[in-house]
């Protein structure tokens, strides 16, 4: 079991040119406004991996990209340059959901790579929350020089809507999502013999007993045909929990190695209070591969 899932923020570079640049643009079809002022870049554009996308609204865990190819203008310094970034995803009332300082002060010797390609991938994932507004900012500045370029975008964040959610009335959550090995899924196709978590965070309303909670956790998984691939009763036991640790994340793990099955196989995860009646299920329909 595990407790923490962070955002992740990622950068890469590839390969420019100098000069002094002017520039500004809007893509109409996503809103990602872009303005140069001494660096300049001859496309910035949003992607799911390799592939262009012209939409806003992600799945809670999806990663998307931000890509700046042929980044020019920067001042050379024994060929190399030295580029800065910096990255602030701010919410609806102005909270700062993540940022970072400098994506590339590591770099301090700079970079030798042209045209220049300039990167950042953003994981929709805790500290935000499904059902919300953010706002992207991306600023690249010149470390020997005075250029800078600035992007900005508005997107929005749902939540995974294959799982079917039931549960007690005092309790809540925030986001219920599966993880594979590395990267959020989104589908309902997943593999055999691969780990897989469902993740639950933010639960509330289970009884605090000075600053403990005990639950349990069940995970069973039926076929189309009723057959049991998995039937896992209480995966805790008699293990107690701070509050904090569950309100923050707790999930339960799954590999199906099973090779007799019809799909859709249907995995449930059930949590309750063993001192009150809070409950909460997740249901989801999985097509294992």
């Known amino acids: 079991m595990k407790f923490k899932l962070f955002l992740v923020a990622a950068v890469a570079f590839g390969l420019s040119s100098c000069g002094f640049n002017q520039s500004a643009k809007i893509d109409l079809t996503t809103g990602l406004s872009s303005k140069g002022n001494g660096l300049a870049s001859s496309d910035v554009y949003l992607s799911i991996d390799d592939k262009k996308i012209s939409r806003t609204t992600f799945t809670y865990g999806e990663v998307f990209y931000v890509n700046f190819r042929n980044v020019s203008g920067f001042v050379k310094e024994n060929g190399n340059v030295f580029p800065g970034m910096e990255i602030l995803i701010l919410g609806k009332?102005?909270?700062?959901?993540?940022?970072?300082?400098?994506?590339?002060?590591?770099?301090?010797?700079?970079?030798?790579?042209?045209?220049?390609?300039?990167?950042?991938?953003?994981?929709?994932?805790?500290?935000?929350?499904?059902?919300?507004?953010?706002?992207?900012?991306?600023?690249?500045?010149?470390?020997?020089?005075?250029?800078?370029?600035?992007?900005?975008?508005?997107?929005?964040?749902?939540?995974?809507?294959?799982?079917?959610?039931?549960?007690?009335?005092?309790?809540?959550?925030?986001?219920?999502?599966?993880?594979?090995?590395?990267?959020?899924?989104?589908?309902?196709?997943?593999?055999?013999?691969?780990?897989?978590?469902?993740?639950?965070?933010?639960?509330?309303?289970?009884?605090?007993?000075?600053?403990?909670?005990?639950?349990?956790?069940?995970?069973?998984?039926?076929?189309?045909?009723?057959?049991?691939?998995?039937n896992a009763p209480d995966l805790f036991g008699d293990?107690?929990?701070?509050?904090?640790?569950?309100?923050?994340?707790?999930?339960?793990?799954?590999?199906?190695?099973?090779?007799?099955?019809?799909?859709?196989?249907?995995?449930?995860?059930?949590i309750w209070d063993k001192k009150s009646d809070a409950k909460i299920k997740a249901l989801i329909d999985l097509e294992l591969k």
């Open 93 to 230: 009332s102005g909270d700062t959901a993540m940022y970072y300082k400098d994506m590339y002060a590591d770099k301090t010797n700079g970079v030798d790579v042209y045209p220049l390609y300039l990167y950042t991938n953003i994981t929709v994932a805790k500290p935000m929350n499904s059902d919300k507004a953010y706002k992207l900012y991306v600023n690249i500045w010149d470390k020997k020089g005075t250029g800078t370029f600035k992007a900005e975008m508005d997107f929005n964040v749902i939540a995974n809507e294959n799982f079917k959610i039931e549960k007690s009335k005092q309790v809540s959550v925030n986001d219920i999502y599966l993880f594979g090995e590395k990267r959020a899924i989104l589908d309902k196709d997943i593999k055999l013999n691969e780990k897989y978590y469902i993740f639950f965070e933010g639960l509330k309303g289970f009884k605090d007993d000075a600053g403990k909670v005990s639950v349990g956790m069940s995970v069973n998984a039926t076929d189309k045909t009723g057959y049991v691939l998995v």
């Open 239 to 270: 293990e107690e929990f701070d509050m904090t640790a569950l309100e923050e994340q707790i999930s339960a793990n799954i590999t199906f190695t099973e090779t007799k099955f019809t799909n859709p196989v249907t995995c449930e995860v059930v």
